[in-house]
């Protein structure tokens, strides 16, 4: 059998020696997969007995569906010199993604089916990943206007939001809630009030008084999703809240599910992983929106992805340029890169601990955010695309800024020590991470 590395373009193969791991079914065998143009023909236990078509060692390895992001910011069009579709396609394959959903906060925003097609067209000139556009749910996300959501789904968008802002009104919420749900797609909120953040960076708190940082009270987020849950109460439709990063916020969603409201969650990684104590470093990777809640807010929000009342993990991949984030905390534009570390936080911070086991940790990452956004990914089921993400649950590695694929390198994990690594990501068939290595300075 050849390593995998060596994959040269075979359109009919099986990659043998690994551990299949099926989140959808919770199940986790020693196997093999089938590849056939592109799709998954079969996954199979045992060893293989085809010796007519050509053999991949998977050398043990743990084999899943392709990880799937349901937020994260490419920058293109308009910031460029932050992040591109290309680089940020990379660091997704580079992370072990295969499907990404990218935010709407572009100059212009991605308001006009041109934008949604440019987009794609990258993507797809890129392909190292599949990207899928999240169009601005207002005119320029300026809240005034709604976008104009048909042509906008024809031309490939999967949801609508104003990330980066929440959207402002609660008739305009009504608004779009009511427009969206013609078309079956879900609203993705920014849950922020923006008069109760006003100048704040960071969580109002012990450590924001501490370290003398203006506070951001955790009822900026809170106020905006009771607000939207009222509404939806009214107008059924979609309703996704994104990066959810307080105690008070899992229990509005909570109390929501249990009302059967149509609602999903998700968090990201660095609410799982840091609490507001690691502000004493000042790094101004950790400055985030909504800001780093305190331990507790930490430790319900683990609770919360335990019992299914947040339904997925996204990273919130904001790319900022090296000059935008090396000034005083208070001065830099929150967000950081998350793609590649993605998995490993959950490994580190999910799986090791045994809050959860590994086929419902990738669930996380896998099919419930493809169902979120209703794509086609996530699975391993025959007649599916054959997308996959090989990795080691068990390998520690340092992450250093050498081996960042994306544009920007503003991650709060230099330097840490994670768990877990992504070895070879498949996409459609194609073994993509085998030419990052070619691609490293991509543009």
């Not at 060596?6 to 099986?14: D, L, N, P, V």
């Not at 743990?62 to 940020?88: A, C, N, Q």
């Not at 959950?346 to 086929?359: C, K, Q």
Request: proline fraction near 6%; charge should be negative.
């Amino acid at each position: 059998m050849q390593d995998l590395t060596k994959w040269q373009g075979e359109r009919e193969y099986i990659i043998a020696n690994v551990i299949v791991v099926d989140p959808e079914k919770g199940s986790k065998t020693e196997g093999h997969v089938g590849i056939r143009e592109g799709k998954i023909v079969f996954v199979e236990p045992g060893d293989p007995d085809l010796a007519s078509i050509p053999l991949f060692d998977g050398r043990g390895l743990h084999l899943s569906p392709g990880f799937v992001d349901i937020h994260v910011h490419f920058r293109e069009p308009g910031y460029e010199y932050k992040e591109t579709i290309r680089t940020g396609s990379m660091a997704a394959a580079a992370g072990g993604f295969t499907s990404v959903a990218c935010m709407p906060n572009t100059n212009p925003a991605i308001d006009e089916k041109n934008v949604v097609e440019f987009i794609l067209r990258k993507a797809a000139e890129a392909g190292f990943a599949k990207v899928y556009p999240v169009a601005a749910a207002t005119k320029g996300r300026k809240g005034e206007k709604l976008s104009e959501y048909h042509d906008l789904v024809e031309a490939g968008a999967v949801a609508v939001s104003d990330d980066g802002s929440p959207v402002p009104t609660a008739q305009m919420v009504r608004r779009v809630m009511e427009y969206s749900s013609n078309f079956g797609i879900p609203f993705m909120e920014h849950c922020e009030d923006m008069s109760a953040t006003a100048d704040g960076v960071a969580r109002e708190g012990f450590f924001s008084t501490k370290l003398g940082l203006r506070g951001v009270p955790a009822y900026s987020e809170e106020i905006c999703l009771a607000r939207d849950l009222l509404v939806l109460r009214s107008v059924p439709s979609k309703y996704h809240a994104s990066h959810l990063s307080s105690r008070g916020s899992v229990q509005l969603v909570r109390e929501a599910k249990k009302r059967g409201l149509p609602v999903t969650a998700e968090t990201a990684p660095h609410y799982i992983y840091f609490d507001d104590s690691e502000l004493e470093t000042y790094d101004s990777c950790l400055r985030i929106n909504p800001p780093i809640g305190d331990n507790e807010d930490r430790d319900t929000l683990i609770e919360a992805l335990k019992d299914g009342t947040i339904d997925c993990i996204a990273s919130d991949h904001a790319p900022h340029a090296a000059h935008e984030k090396q000034v005083e905390f208070e001065y830099a534009p929150p967000g950081a890169i998350g793609l590649q570390t993605t998995f490993a936080v959950i490994m580190t911070n999910l799986v090791r601990p045994g809050h959860l086991g590994l086929t419902d940790a990738l669930s996380l990452i896998t099919h419930k955010p493809a169902r979120v956004i209703g794509i086609p990914a996530g699975t391993l089921g025959t007649g599916e695309a054959a997308d996959l993400t090989l990795f080691d649950p068990d390998e520690e590695w340092v992450v250093k800024e050498s081996s960042i694929v994306s544009k920007s390198k503003n991650s709060p994990w230099l330097g840490k020590k994670l768990t877990g690594k992504v070895k070879h990501t498949v996409l459609d068939g194609r073994v993509v991470t085998a030419s990052l290595e070619t691609n490293r300075v991509g543009g």
